[in-house]
């Protein structure tokens, strides 16, 4: 399958920081990324469709402010969490749309933790 | 609005026998359909979709899954389950009328324990 790289895989960072993360399809072009979020034992919460060359758009309840997104290339996304506190940490898995076929494929996953 | 339930949490199986892992959707339109599995601490792999056609689709790793029209139903099933099978399976929808919104809607997630 088609194969999506997001790294970091794990970080670790205090209050008040801002993280970025970064989501690559390695083997096709991504007009379209999915940002998610994934609680313990729970499913994936989405949070915001990333649209190359244009605003991403985001669910409701989410902070646009809080997560921003930036969809500058057709093979990559990034979410960067801005002034992150605890109630951030979180599991963050980003998704890319082939276009070909109507599936997502995943990354790896981020875990962060802010301490 | 669509939506999918997983009505198990957890499904138990001994290693040899089939597995079903249940699913059922609702959407306003006709639905695509999707089989996703979760190793710990990783993202999701794609195991099958459905999109048009035979309703049995075959997938990844010996897994397949039959959609279901009447009953608005996708249940994965494996004929044979293996140890390394133990895993988190998610089933996703997506309402094909609904051509403003791609992303998927998951359902909770059935944590599969194959037994030895």
């Known amino acids: 399958g088609a194969v999506v ?8 960072c205090k209050s008040g920081t801002s ?12 007009t379209t990324m999915f940002w998610y979020r994934q609680f313990p034992k729970k499913s994936l919460m989405l949070m915001a469709t990333s ?7 985001y669910e409701q309840g989410v902070e646009k402010d809080k997560f921003l997104i930036n969809h500058a290339s057709l093979t990559l996304s990034t979410l960067t969490v801005t002034s992150a506190h605890p109630e951030d940490s979180s599991f963050y898995i ?7 076929g109507s599936i997502q494929y995943f990354g790896a996953g981020t875990r962060l933790s802010v301490l | 609005a669509q939506s999918v339930a997983q009505p198990e949490d957890q499904v138990n ?22 089989w996703y599995v979760q190793y710990p601490n990783r993202g999701l792999q794609f195991l099958l979709k459905y999109i048009t056609g035979d309703n049995l ?30 895993a988190l399976y998610f089933c ?13 809607t998951f359902g909770s997630g059935t944590r ?5």
């Not at chain 1, 993280?19 to 991504?30: G, N």
């Not at chain 2, 199986?13 to 999707?34: D, H, I, Q, R």
């Not at chain 2, 039959?66 to 390394?84: D, G, I, R, Y």
């Open chain 2, 13 to 34: 199986v001994a290693e040899g026998n089939p597995l079903t892992v249940k699913c059922t959707y609702s959407v306003s339109g006709n639905p695509y359909l999707f």
């Open chain 1, 19 to 30: 993280v970025k993360i970064e989501c690559r399809s390695l083997d096709f072009q991504a």
């Open chain 1, 94 to 100: 980003c998704s890319a749309l082939h276009p070909q």
């Open chain 1, 51 to 57: 649209n190359e060359g244009s605003k991403a758009t």
């Open chain 1, 5 to 12: 790289s997001q790294h970091p895989s794990r970080v670790i």
């Open chain 2, 92 to 104: 996703a929808v997506r309402d094909r009328a609904d051509t403003g919104r791609r992303a998927l």
């Open chain 2, 112 to 116: 599969l324990q194959v037994q030895p």
């Open chain 2, 57 to 86: 689709v075959k997938g990844s790793y010996g897994f397949e899954a039959e959609f279901n029209k009447s009953q608005t139903s996708f249940h994965l099933k494996k004929p044979s389950a293996l140890v390394s099978d133990s």
